[in-house]
């Protein structure tokens, strides 16, 4: 028996798997196409000749594949052999996929966890690296000293399968909402005849305000807490009613800033005009989304 089995073994699994046996832990590898294993061999892994002889080597087994359909295609066929197992899914993907692999992994009597790996493949191991994982509790306490080995940062932040693909798509949407209001900001500045530079040159003013609404949002929605704001949601739709007047006039396109300015005003409709603006996601998370 091993340790920890390491199933996929591209740039990221073979990371994987190499800062495992790092860590002085036996581990047996499977890859599709075997010579990938051949460095982690001559490191000392055991090579597996089937993804089931990899699943029977250990108690646990890292997946790390093309996303969660991947793993659950693998894993199907193999459904009689995981029960006892604990699976820990590196792999990416959304939360229907996620929710289809936990369903199949739970029938099949299977420990499980949901990782993300917030890292490049040259992190893996490192003390500030951080995997994030979902899943039941008494998984994550069995086996995340191994995960921990893989990124000191890394923990325990839910037990629904939809929690970590539901993270990812939270950061993404944030970072991409910056990055689409730049290049919002930058049209607007080029209707407008501003030279670009003049707005490039306000990016420490508009990164120090990013933080400030990090914090804000920080202190205000893991606890709900929307009273006694630094500006009111009315103060905010005042604002962007400015905002996409200019936009406007000046004939830009103005799609991203039409919609925080609805959203705003929705939320003033709705009750929340003296309340921070962070209190749009109660709002947001009780109207059921658009899936077609």
């Known amino acids: 028996m091993s340790d920890i089995s390491v199933i996929g073994l591209g740039k990221m699994g073979a990371a994987l ?50 996303n969660h359909q991947t793993t659950t295609d693998l894993l199907r066929p193999l459904s009689a052999h995981l029960s006892g197992k604990a699976i820990i899914d590196l792999s990416t993907g959304g939360a229907e996929e996620a929710e289809v692999l936990v369903a199949l992994l739970t029938g099949s009597g299977a420990g499980w966890q949901i990782g993300m790996i917030n890292a490049y493949p040259s992190g893996i191991g490192n003390e500030e690296t951080a ?33 970590i693909p539901g993270l990812f798509a939270a950061m993404f949407t944030a970072r991409q909402g910056f990055m689409f209001g730049l290049i919002y900001g930058g049209a607007v500045c080029r209707r407008a005849g501003l030279p670009m530079d003049a707005f490039a040159a306000q990016m420490p003013v508009t990164l120090d305000m990013a933080r400030n609404y990090a914090e804000t949002f920080t202190k205000t929605v893991p606890d709900r807490n929307y009273d006694k704001p630094g500006a009111t949601a009315a103060v905010y739709l005042a604002a962007l009613d400015d905002v996409l007047a200019t936009f406007e ?5 103005d799609a991203f800033p039409r919609l925080m300015r609805d959203l705003t005003r929705q939320a003033v409709e709705n009750g929340l005009s003296d309340k921070e603006l962070t209190a749009l996601v109660e709002m947001l998370a009780e109207q059921q989304g658009n899936s077609s």
């Open 17 to 66: 798997a190499a800062a495992l046996l790092d860590s002085g832990r036996s581990v047996t590898v499977w890859n599709r196409s075997p010579d990938k294993a051949g460095p982690l061999v001559e490191a000392g892994a055991k090579l597996a000749t089937s993804a089931e002889a990899a699943l029977a080597a250990s108690p646990a087994t890292v997946t790390c594949l093309k």
């Open 131 to 163: 995997i994030l994982c979902a899943g039941p509790r008494e998984v994550w306490d069995a086996h995340g000293d191994a995960i921990r080995v893989l990124g000191g940062a890394s923990d325990h932040v839910g037990t629904t399968a939809a929690a």
């Open 249 to 253: 006039a000046t004939k830009t396109a």
